[in-house]
């Protein structure tokens, strides 16, 4: 009877290493996946200490990716040739009246205070209504311009790169988001092939008991996991038929799936219009545009004085004109993030940008397709699969000690 239930044991230990190695293949692929993209800050005291591969990395991944964007995608100047510019300046019509009347105020304050405290008000409607009649073919002029001008006024990299460093959550969701499926499969596969590797192992071990087999095993479950499940995500990447079977790679698979859900992000998360006039107004580029500005708005007075400019004169003085037009050039700069804001709806729709990265992405090679994905791996493959298998060495020096003492 004992030696029954000592058969029995010795029959259940060995039937527990290929479930423990399918253990160990599925977490070190969900370890291996999770230090890929957390924690998103540093934690621990430097040099020693870990922060997720992807944030750690978000400048570098960031521009990875715009430059993926923009060579695959989009080009800024065709999707700024979509903004209509007497559209832009229909859209502001609102915001005209109020400016106008803010800039002649303004500078009359300034210039003499108690003489235009005194001036009627049929003349100083007079001043406001030219300016603000002015204003809508001043704006068309100016947008005419700037959508000549874009590639010099807008650094698509430098707004992409800016954001997502600031907000490596998002650059973790972006990845994290598209290939939802294939992470998952990392997981479960880990579990399978474990277990498979596990059946060969016990026979290994059956035949040749000797103490290192298992740990060696262990470190092989860690590696070969890891590297089969990201060798079956992304290969082959043309479909392939064996025995009646077509195969291709798990995420290229997906491409109509995975092409809405990331143009969706990057139309609502990244590319919306604040961000890019942001931007524009704030960037590396900022002097060219707010240039562009003051030669439109200097020209704009010198056109628009007309009816109102002996007033001013007469107020003021020549000698102050020039003083009076930078008064103005400054209130419409102060102003200009205000007054465009009515302008975003119509630029976002006009623009169209989630249909135009959704139906481009799912129109590109297959090739071209598994770059969305591919540099999450790419970045540190090799340090994500040695990751693994260190685990999996660790698990098998476990496992030893456990199941045979």
Same mark, same amino acid.
């Given at each position: #009877?004992? +030696?029954? /239930? =000592?058969? @029995? =044991?010795s029959l259940l230990i060995y039937l527990a290493i290929p479930i423990t190695s399918a253990l160990v293949g599925w977490l070190t692929n969900v370890v291996a996946i999770k230090m890929t993209f957390y924690p998103i800050h540093f934690m621990g005291i430097k040099p020693f200490g870990w922060q997720g591969i992807i944030p750690s990395k978000a400048a570098k991944m960031s521009s990875i990716s715009?430059?993926?964007?923009?060579?695959?995608?989009?080009?800024?100047?065709?999707? %700024? +040739?979509?903004i209509n510019p007497k559209k832009v300046a229909k859209e502001m019509l609102p915001e005209f009246d109020r400016i106008s009347k803010e800039i002649m105020d303004e500078i009359m304050h300034e210039q003499a205070p108690e003489i235009w405290s005194r001036v009627p008000e049929s003349i100083k409607k007079l001043a406001y209504t030219r300016i603000s009649k002015d204003l809508p073919e001043i704006v068309t002029e #100016? #947008?005419?311009?700037?959508k000549d001008n874009i590639d010099e006024m807008f650094d698509i990299k430098d707004m992409v790169i800016k954001r997502l460093t600031k907000d490596k959550g998002l650059l973790n969701d972006m990845f994290l988001q598209v290939g939802d499926e294939e992470f998952k499969f990392i997981e479960r596969s880990g579990f399978t092939f474990g277990f498979l590797f596990g059946i060969v192992q016990m026979l290994? /071990? @059956? %035949? @040749?008991?000797?103490f290192w087999i298992l740990p060696l095993f262990g470190l092989l479950v860690g590696y070969a996991t890891n590297?089969? +499940?990201?060798?079956?995500? %992304?290969?082959?990447i043309e479909p392939i038929s064996f025995l009646g079977v077509t195969y291709q790679g798990l995420f290229i698979k997906r491409q109509n799936e995975v092409s809405k859900e990331y143009a969706y992000m990057l139309a609502h998360d990244i590319f919306t219009f604040d961000r890019i006039f942001a931007s524009i107004i704030t960037g590396p580029t900022k002097d060219r545009f707010v240039n562009l500005i003051t030669d439109h708005a200097n020209h704009a007075i010198d056109e628009a004085a007309g009816l109102s400019k002996p007033v001013i004169t007469l107020v003021a003085g020549k000698r102050s004109y020039e003083k009076i037009k930078n008064i103005a050039i400054d209130k419409t700069l102060k102003e200009l993030p205000n007054s465009v804001k009515p302008v975003f709806p119509y630029a976002e729709k006009a623009m169209d940008l989630e249909n135009i990265f959704r139906t481009r992405m799912q129109h590109l090679p297959p090739r071209d397709f598994v770059d969305f994905l591919r540099p999450v791996f790419q970045e540190d493959?090799?340090?994500?699969?040695?990751v693994g298998?260190?685990?999996? #060495?660790?698990?098998?020096?476990?496992?030893l000690f456990i199941l045979f003492g």
């Open positions: #009877m004992l +030696a029954s /239930w =000592q058969e @029995y =044991q715009v430059d993926l964007w923009t060579s695959k995608l989009i080009n800024v100047k065709e999707l %700024f +040739a979509k #100016m #947008m005419t311009d700037i290994v /071990w @059956y %035949f @040749y008991p000797k590297w089969l +499940a990201l060798k079956l995500i %992304f290969n082959p493959e090799l340090k994500l699969i040695l298998a260190v685990l999996g #060495m660790g698990a098998g020096i476990g496992q």
